[in-house]
């Protein structure tokens, strides 16, 4: 294989990953609390009973603990949607529940905090149909 060709085959799928990383992913895998959300790493996600439907109300010290999952381009899927973040960055949502990581959260599959009150809410696990697991 030539330079020239090697290059473009690189190029091309780093272009490949970095499209697939730019569209959102949601999943839904069994976990111990039956099957819920994650996204497409084996992430888990949670929503904040805190937020308004299709807002979400977790910033500053709150969104440093909860990061929200912040998407670059539309979702395409059933129940999934954006809300317009006070940043200006797009927060996927789903089901009109926005959607976040917990920082503690190190390796797919973890769920360190699920049913955790903080920050004025409670943070909860998400299923399939968008229900919150008590």
Known sequence: M??????IAVAAAALAVAASA???AVTVQPSSY???LFDGRGFVLYAFTADARGHSNCSGACAKAWP???????PHGRFLSTTKRRDGDLQL??????LYYYVGDRKPGQ????NVAEFGG???VVRAGG????
């Open 131 to 134: 229900a919150l697991v008590r």
């Open 122 to 124: 409670r943070w909860l």
């Open 111 to 114: 769920i360190l905090c699920q």
């Open 34 to 36: 039956g099957r819920i």
């Open 22 to 24: 730019a569209a959102p």
């Open 2 to 7: 030539g330079k020239l060709t090697l290059l």
């Open 68 to 74: 929200p999952y912040v998407v670059k381009t539309p």
């Open 93 to 98: 949502t789903y089901a009109g529940r926005p």
